[in-house]
């Protein structure tokens, strides 16, 4: 078995779970009341977005405060009593409180991706017990890569079954979220080798999870390694993951679609913060002739081009969004392809803005917006993280299959 190299005599610097909340969450209403509760928000976690990535403080209050606001179970079924928005709104969702913090925006990722999931493979019974945590307030974090594996599908944790419940033992990495959350969704492996979601307890015996990431972006994800030894987990809580993706479904779709929110954010967050600096802290260039930075035509075209890029990659995340919108309420290999095609669009034009904006902000804003002072290299380096989640070049080829032979992207969590 190959596990990652991390001293596991770390597990004393364990992180204790911290307490669900005492309150249930926030039920939102409609799109329009999600909006306004994720542009509240984000002007609240944007006031100590470059100090908590200066100094990793985690976004406790922060994370709280987001879980509690109703915008964690916002693609619950109204069966079971959620707002069931559609995923346009839970993309720009994600997208507003990515641009204030995108660390905070990629936390309720797998969450999200998680609840869906549950919707599309879990019985009437599971759904209504889970649903009903999430109603609550209750935040799933994940565990479900690993460090040593040769590909991102393959997985060497694995469970017994013990008739009501499963024994879970493993070691997982790039673990979002898990570190504040209540529940542990773990990817294991059954007998057949087939991938369950084994939720666990985030305090229960044998699961440990280290403050270990050290990634220069995304710094305060909450991320870290998840040792898991002999984890017992009810079967109440055993997800079959594997049924979203041995039939089209929507499920690869829906995580791709909050990878590329996060990606728009940072990219919108990254054109904000060189406009302003621009407007008030940089020099004209002594060759322009001009007296403000801000009438530098140069920097006229630049600005113009990155805000078309942008608005461009939201177009594709706004008609992806839709898409999966359809193909969760009519799920065929069609509109699940269709769903995965424009997602994957999205993808390719966010990757290149997030990267391109990030870039060029210390290229038109100059070389004093490079002082420590500003934090906005925090922008460049979470945009270099996050957009590492799955390589875009595959994404070419996924449409280049899918327009020129008619091949229908691949079933997985990547597409």
Do not use: C
Request: aromatic share 8%; hydrophobic share 45%; net charge negative.
């Amino acid at each position: 078995m190959t596990l990652s190299p991390v001293n596991t005599d770390n597990a004393v610097k364990a992180v204790p779970a911290f307490p669900r909340p005492t309150a249930a969450a926030h039920i939102i209403k409609d799109d329009a009341e999600a909006i306004t509760i994720a542009k509240t928000l984000a002007a609240e976690f944007v006031q100590g977005s470059a100090r908590r990535d200066r100094e990793r403080i985690w976004p406790v209050a922060e994370l709280d405060a987001f879980s509690q606001s109703g915008l964690w179970s916002i693609n619950v079924p109204k069966a079971f009593g959620g707002p069931d928005l559609s995923y346009v709104t839970l993309a720009k969702v994600i997208e507003i409180i990515s641009a204030a913090d995108p660390s905070i925006g990629q936390i309720a990722q797998n969450h999200l991706g998680v609840v869906a999931a549950i919707r599309t493979v879990s019985d009437e019974d599971q759904q209504r017990l889970l649903f009903g945590e999430v109603l609550k307030g209750t935040r799933f974090g994940n565990a479900f890569s690993e460090y040593g594996s040769k590909r991102a599908v393959d997985f060497e944790t694995r469970f017994t079954d013990r008739g009501d419940h499963v024994i879970v033992s493993g070691q997982k990495f790039y673990s979002s979220g898990a570190l504040l959350a209540h529940l542990v969704p773990i990817v294991a492996l059954d007998d057949q080798g087939r991938a369950w979601y084994a939720i666990a307890e985030r305090d229960a015996p044998g699961l440990t999870v280290i403050d270990d990431w050290s990634s220069f972006g995304q710094r305060t994800t909450l991320s870290g390694t998840v040792l898991l030894d002999n984890v017992k987990v009810p079967k109440t809580h055993l997800v079959p993951g594997y049924k979203g993706y041995e039939v089209p479904t929507a499920d690869g779709a829906i995580f791709q679609i909050i990878q590329v929110a996060v990606d728009t954010g940072i990219a919108q967050a990254a054109i904000d913060e060189t406009v302003n600096f621009v407007r008030t802290k940089s020099r004209a260039w002594v060759d322009s002739g001009v007296e403000n930075a801000w009438d530098d035509p140069y920097t006229i075209q630049a600005i113009g081009d990155l805000t078309l890029r942008l608005h461009a990659a939201q177009a594709l995340l706004e008609k992806a969004g839709y898409a999966i919108d359809r193909a969760v309420a009519g799920p065929t290999a069609e509109t699940v392809a269709e769903a995965q095609i424009v997602t994957a669009e999205a993808k390719i034009l966010s990757t290149e803005i997030a990267i391109a904006a990030t870039n060029k902000l210390f290229e038109l804003a100059g070389t004093r917006s490079t002082l420590a002072e500003h934090g906005l290299d925090r922008h460049w380096r979470n945009a270099r993280t996050h957009t590492l989640h799955d390589p875009v070049r595959w994404k070419y080829a996924i449409l280049g299959k899918y327009f020129l032979n008619g091949e229908k992207p691949p079933l997985h969590a990547w597409s």
